[in-house]
Nanobody, 124 residues
């Protein structure tokens, strides 16, 4: 099991940028495929982006492609999500998630470990 703690959320105006981070501990970080999900109030959990163990393979939801960038630093055991051109519809609780397989995708059932989330609010 890997422990995950998100940080960096906050309030930003539409069109602005924000970077959220996820600190991992407990296991060898580079053995885990990582992802970001989000959940807006009253809505279902939604996939945002995923990154392979090496950081080379990346996969994005269509709704964020071209605006968000997922990255990782295995030496620092950190996962990042750089969010640009933010929209009010990006407002949600953002979670990082991890699993020990090679699957890089959007199915949340595949992810074994989850953080508590960090709130991102985009004002119009």
């Amino acid at each position: 099991q890997v422990q995950l703690v998100e940080s960096g959320g906050g309030l930003v105006q539409a069109g602005g940028s924000l970077r959220v981070s996820c600190t991992a501990s407990g296991r060898t970080f580079s053995n885990y495929t990582m992802a970001w999900f989000r959940q807006a109030q009253g809505k279902e959990r939604e996939f945002v982006a995923a990154v392979s163990r090496t950081g080379v393979g990346r996969y994005y939801a269509n709704s964020v492609k071209g605006r968000f960038t997922i990255s990782r630093d295995n030496a620092k055991t950190m996962l990042y999500l750089q969010m640009n051109s933010l929209k009010p519809e990006d407002t949600a609780l953002y979670y990082c998630a991890a699993h020990s397989g090679a699957y890089v995708g959007s199915d949340w059932h595949a992810y074994e470990d989850w953080g508590q989330g960090t709130q991102v609010t985009v004002s119009s």
